[in-house]
């Protein structure tokens, strides 16, 4: 599951008419790197994508291209925060450990490698709901969040304990439907963050940490930044061969014209 419900107000003015998950990164937006990797992956099987802000241009998007596995979007009639919206399609999740990823992140990791590993911390440890891929402090929140204990064990960073080293939260991760699903405060509207904490104090969630580049791409700087860094390091758009560039051009052309005018 994608979430890309985002209104994205701090990227203002570039969402006024265009949804952050498909603002363009080297001329692509950033839900398609993504999408173009998830169908790389033999495991993925569907691709859930929730939407509200501007969600008419993300399933006309999504109906537009070429989907190599089912890919529906589901819409909010009002944003339902990172948890709500995952509780309203659990039965569309299934019982199986799911991929989560923030719409508004870019990141160069091995997914399917990543997702393997966490898989198989799932199923080795039968007390483990969810893997969340941390990785370093970006400049923008040097203190950090969290902490890896334990062999992998995560928990909130203690206020008081500087040998603990800290980490951020990816916006990446496997989790079990249980998690949302036996949350006992669940309810229409509420966020990922309080479930993992509720997670993090029963010691059921655990941390594969990434070295690699990652950047939230949450306002026009970060954008920018990406849009440089992706220039200068070719690497970072290693899953983009020619024929996938080839197959989007057409689309992306037409794309990038309509998404400059008002709905």
């Known amino acids: 599951m994608i979430l890309a419900a985002g209104m994205g107000t701090r990227m203002l003015p570039l969402t006024q008419h265009c949804p952050k998950p498909l603002l363009p990164v080297a ?12 169908e790389r992956i033999s495991a993925i099987t569907q691709i859930i994508i929730n939407a509200a802000y501007l969600s008419e241009r993300i399933r006309a998007y999504i109906h537009a291209r070429h989907n190599a596995v089912p890919i529906w979007v589901n819409v909010e009639p009002e944003p339902l925060e990172t948890a709500g919206a995952l509780r309203a399609v659990l039965p569309d999740l299934g019982q199986a450990p799911f991929l989560l990823i923030n719409g508004d992140v870019f990141c160069n990791v091995p997914l399917s490698t990543w997702l ?20 370093n ?26 040998e603990c080293a800290s980490y951020t939260f990816s916006g990446v991760s496997v989790l079990s439907p249980k998690l949302i699903r036996q949350y006992p405060q669940a309810r229409k509207k509420f966020a990922l963050r309080e479930v993992f904490d509720w997670a993090m104090a ?40 020619t024929e996938t560039k080839n ?7 037409n794309m990038h014209k309509k998404m400059n005018k008002e709905p």
């Open 27 to 38: 001329g692509i937006p950033l839900l398609e790197h993504w999408l173009i990797k998830l």
């Open 116 to 135: 393997k590993e966490a898989s198989r911390r799932l199923q080795a440890n039968a007390a483990c709901e969810g893997v969340c891929m941390m990785v």
């Open 137 to 162: 402090n970006p400049s923008h929140h040097l203190s950090g969040d969290f902490c890896i204990v334990d062999e992998g064990l995560l928990t909130t960073k203690p206020e008081q304990h500087t």
């Open 202 to 241: 029963r010691r059921a969630l655990y941390a594969n940490y990434y070295a690699g580049y990652w950047i939230d791409v949450g306002t026009p700087e970060r954008l920018g930044q990406l849009e440089q860094d992706v220039q200068a390091n070719p690497y970072l758009l290693a899953h983009l061969n």
């Open 247 to 253: 197959a989007l051009k057409p689309m992306h052309k």
